[in-house]
């Protein structure tokens, strides 16, 4: 295993100044306390006062004692000479420097202080540990690794040993925990299990393909036909996983880690591992692909079915359309002989003649007729267009027999008729009734036939249609799965709650009590709403008018606020000075700025790295982010751009964890730059998508006429903050409702910035979410496009809210919140430590579809804090103004994501869902790039304007934004160097806005 494997940066930091320490560390580090200046007191002369004092700060920031004090920052020794009262900083560490004694200095300092060496009794032990449980639970990249020993080695008071002697131990640990991992996967396995896994990489010889490089290949058609394939498919996958360990017995990471690899690698590279690690690396595989492959088939079937039901309530419509004017005259016959009946001048004896003469006795009959075949309950026509489609669901016995499927309470009744087909399907006898406790109210006319026998063709309608909406709430789920796991398996329960409880009350600022809780917020709500009923006569905005259906309320538009001219004029200047460039010499510059490429490692366990790697990260880049491909990048003359080179890292190295390890590194060198303080301080973010056709024939697209046409397409889910960066992304087939994914994508980015107040436009806004958002501390601020129907709820309902009376109509269930707080605040805490994953959480909750109380209880509470934040929203104009610039941040960053990604007409041609999410992750981390040097550069304009003597204003520089583009070129083929001084970490001059060309028009 190679044990040099830090960046040069990293090993340049390592127990070193570089650049001066900001006003904080010198601050923290270099204080001197009245025990400190007792103890420099000790020694004579000022030059050895400065030099211990030095030296003693250096030791508390870097974890070492400086073997040349001459390298230390001029900032340092100033800040402790003014403690000491000492003038002459400079002269007196020089004089410090050249003397002998300060070789004494360090033991003595290491021994007051209770400094440890790396070699004494129990410190390597310990930090072993330390790095063990870190490697075996959390990250594996040696770099990480080192940087957290390192911290601890800092935390525990153990001065740092040698650079290659904390590097060779970080390796030697990681190396254990790997044969660790190994061992706990294959120690169970058979000799025979071992040959049937080895069968996966084996190309028999009348083939051209491995099992494996075979069974990688899911399902892209949307048909049932595709279904019955893809369960064939699983089923093959579980020929091999037959008596195979599960995966609980090693960390997920780690069994993700090892699958990932065997996913990415050609059959070859995977058979030429040694014995054990091959076994460890397919049995980790094959079981992360049989959760996959179902995973696969459900999607199939939501998409299938769903497909199904649309067509029979659109063909049943059109039917009932075509019906009707036979209807019409059906209907006007009768309605001639009801007229006579009706007549009372008409005597009974005469009813019969009278009718005849009006209405033809065979006329008659035939519109009796036409009414009994035409005329039906509103239901029947939908049915009977699902009973002409029972070829449709040919699937349906293989999908059943196929899926290994478990229940929450509330899907319990449907797996018991899931079963009893089953039983059907084989031919087999189920003992008792039929079960039908899961049958709603509008299907349990249609498991009995004209004749009242019992109709499996309806039964099994109604079970597919139940259980296409169970699988959605994760009331069924499969019993091995990647995506459609219950959620509620991870809650934290019994002592683990106990002891978390008042820390995640406490971190996300809410009551223990439930009573102390509600009484707060009812209380907040009452003064809310006096307030802005007091205010409301005087917003010109708001409008409250009495209509028949009740009151309802408006408000106006936000007038538009022009540009300055000072504004307009500061954006000219700053243009004009940003240099030009092609997009990949701006991306190879941000590396060597930032290192961003030294996040993306090889996909196998091994720190596998090749020359000039970062040059073919950035190729491979420009290719995803521009969707062109790697034709405008290949340069067989140079080996880092070559077709090979650039395939194999983008199958080894472009993967999820690897981008968003290097959009948290840019996120970091953003928040670096002055001018990000002028845009906020980055606690507010916003949540939006963009559409992506996919003309390609996948199951991880859907339809959206409005969007896509007659394709199929993506959304791009993206949390920016208000910064201008990008914190995190989700890849949503189709355009499904944005709240199922907006606590997603919030929780589950990496990034320093940790914003608690989430803006979106009105699809992601429902009481539910705002009940979620109050509990785990955040400030949910959705754009409601229509206020007039949103409904205003109250907790007392007897209190006089003036004008706003007729508006709270509605009383909060305050009683239901506190009968199910300890719960709410137990999913709240099981969210905010990460151990149950939001999206399947949130659907879980967001149903109107049988909620359970539960979820009822987080409606309420939703509809408290919804009501405080619309009457925030109606009453402060200047509140919606911020919600309304911050989503306009996030239409101009998607703008630049279409102008980068222009490729194949924009359109998104990945078939499988891990390479929609990868491209689309590395378009993001290429805005974030364009963003990152856009702000560079606009921060050094800006000085340089300043410095000529312009009126930089303030609140000119706050609207400045770093998605512009015009600058840089996204088109032709592309060239991969960079001037020498930028390599180095300079920055390019900025133009001459006075040497215009023809070539700068």
């Known amino acids: 295993m190679p044990v040099s494997f830090l960046s040069d940066d990293q090993a340049q930091r390592y127990g070193r100044f570089v650049g001066d320490p900001t006003s904080e560390q010198l601050t923290r580090h270099f204080h001197l306390d009245d025990a400190d200046r007792a103890f420099i007191g000790r020694h004579r002369g000022d030059h050895n006062r400065l030099g211990v004092a030095v030296q ?16 230390i920052p001029a900032s340092v020794a100033r800040f402790a000479g003014e403690q000491l009262a000492i003038a002459d900083t400079t002269g007196s560490m020089a004089r410090y420097c050249a003397s002998e004694g300060r070789w004494r200095h360090g033991p003595r300092i290491r021994d007051h202080y209770g400094y440890r060496l790396f070699s004494d009794a129990g410190v390597t032990f310990r930090l072993h540990r330390f790095i063990y449980a870190l490697c075996w639970t959390g990250t594996d990249r040696p770099s990480a690794l080192f940087d957290a020993a390192a911290t601890w080695l800092l935390e525990a008071k153990v001065l740092l040993p040698g650079l290659s002697v904390l590097e060779r131990d970080v390796a030697r640990v990681r190396a254990r925990v790997h044969a660790h991992v190994h061992r706990r996967l294959v120690d169970r396995l058979t000799p025979e299990q071992r040959r049937r896994l080895d069968t996966l990489v084996a190309v028999p010889e009348d083939g051209r393909q491995s099992p494996l490089d075979r069974l990688r290949d899911g399902p892209y058609l949307q048909s049932g036909p595709e279904i019955s394939r893809a369960v064939a498919r699983l089923e093959e996958i579980r020929t091999f996983a037959v008596g195979l360990p599960e995966l609980d017995r090693v960390p997920p990471g780690r069994a993700a880690a090892l699958a990932r690899f065997a996913g990415a690698a050609k059959a070859q590279a995977v058979a030429r591992l040694p014995d054990d690690r091959r076994a460890a690396t397919l049995v980790a595989y094959i079981r992360m692909l049989e959760a996959s492959a179902g995973d696969d088939i459900i999607d199939l079937f939501d998409v299938v079915s769903t497909r199904m039901f649309t067509n029979a309530r659109i063909n049943a419509k059109e039917a009932r359309m075509r019906s009707l ?141 139940r259980l296409r909406r169970a699988i959605r709430r994760r009331d069924v789920f499969p019993v091995r799965s990647l995506r459609y796991a219950d959620p509620r398996k991870g809650l934290l329960t019994g002592a683990a709650w106990e002891a978390a409880r008042p820390t995640v009350c406490r971190t996300v600022g809410v009551a223990v009590s439930a009573e102390e809780e509600i009484a707060k917020l009812s209380g907040r709500l009452d003064l809310a709403y006096r307030e802005t009923a007091e205010r409301v006569s005087e917003n010109e905005a708001v409008a409250i008018t009495k209509t028949a259906s009740g009151p309802d309320l408006s408000i106006g538009p936000l007038n538009r606020i022009d540009d300055p001219l000072s504004l307009i004029n500061l954006r000219a200047a700053v243009d004009a000075r940003l240099p030009r460039l092609d997009l990949p010499e701006l991306i190879l510059e941000m590396h060597a700025r930032t290192g961003f490429a030294s996040a993306f490692t090889h996909a196998s366990e091994g720190n596998a790295r090749a020359e000039d790697i970062a040059t073919t990260i950035c190729g491979v880049l420009v290719a995803e982010a521009t969707n062109t491909g790697f034709e405008p990048l290949v340069r067989p003359e140079i080996p880092a751009l070559r077709r090979s080179r650039l395939s194999w890292v983008k199958q080894n190295f472009l993967r999820a964890e690897t981008l968003t390890t290097a959009n948290a590194l840019l996120v970091a060198a953003h928040n670096k730059v002055p001018l990000t303080q002028a845009w906020g301080g980055g606690e507010v973010a916003s949540a939006d998508g963009l559409r992506f056709t996919v003309p390609v024939r996948t199951i991880h697209a859907g339809p ?126 099981s969210l905010k430590l990460g151990v149950v994953r939001a999206a399947g959480l949130t659907r879980v909750l967001q ?29 402060d104009e200047s509140y919606r103004r911020r919600i309304l610039i911050q989503l306009n941040r996030g239409e101009g960053r998607h703008q630049l994501a279409r102008t980068i990604f222009h490729g194949k007409r924009g359109e998104l041609r990945q078939r499988y869902r891990e390479g929609q999410e990868d491209q689309l992750g590395a378009l993001g981390l290429v805005v974030n790039l364009v963003v990152l040097w856009n702000t560079i550069y606009t921060d050094a304009a800006l000085g340089q304007l300043r410095a000529e003597g312009y009126d930089v204003r303030d609140e000119d520089v706050a609207r400045l934004s770093p998605l512009a583009c015009r600058h840089i070129n996204m088109l032709g083929r592309y060239a991969f160097t960079i001037p020498e001084m930028v390599a180095r970490g300079e920055l390019r001059p900025l133009r001459d806005p006075s040497a215009v060309g023809i070539d700068d028009a």
């Open 325 to 465: 004017r036979d209807l019409d005259v059906a209907s006007l016959r009768l309605r001639d002989a009801g007229a006579v009946l009706l007549d009372e001048s008409i005597s009974d004896a005469e009813v019969r003649a009278a009718v005849f003469a009006i209405v033809d006795r065979t006329a008659l009959s035939n519109a009796v007729d036409q009414v009994n075949l035409l005329a039906r309950p509103s239901d029947d026509s939908y049915f009977a267009e699902l009973r002409q489609q029972t070829g449709a669901i040919k699937y349906l016995p293989k999908m059943l027999a196929g899926l290994e499927l478990d229940a929450a309470s509330a899907g319990q009744s449907l797996l018991d008729a899931v079963e009893h087909l089953r039983r059907v399907h084989k031919g087999e006898k189920r003992p008792g009734p039929v079960p039908t406790a899961f049958v709603p109210k509008a299907w349990a006319g249609q498991l009995r036939t004209d004749d009242g026998a019992f109709d499996l063709i309806g039964y099994r309608f109604c079970a597919l249609d």
């Open 847 to 875: 149903t109107n579809d049988r909620p359970s109380r539960l979820a009822r209880a987080l409606q309420e509470l939703g509809r408290l804090i919804k009501s405080l934040y619309l009457l925030r929203f109606i009453d």
């Open 704 to 829: 959206n006429p409005q969007y896509f046409g007659r394709k199929r397409g993506v959304t791009w889910y993206n949390l920016l903050s208000e910064r201008y960066t990008g914190l995190n992304s989700v890849t949503v087939p189709g355009t499904l409702r944005d709240s199922l994914y907006l606590l997603a994508v919030v929780l589950e980015q990496e990034t320093e910035l940790q914003p608690v107040e989430i803006m979106t436009d009105t699809a992601g806004y429902t009481d539910t979410i705002f009940g979620v958002f109050h509990l785990l501390g955040l400030q949910f601020s959705p754009r409601i496009a229509d206020i007039g129907g949103a409904r205003f709820w109250r907790v007392d309902g007897k209190a006089d809210y003036g004008v706003l009376n007729d508006l709270a109509s509605n009383k909060i269930n305050t009683k239901l919140i506190a009968e199910h707080w300890d719960d709410l605040l137990r999913l709240a805490g």
């Open 56 to 71: 003693l700060g250096s030791l508390r920031l870097l974890g070492t004692l400086l073997e040349d004090p001459s390298h």
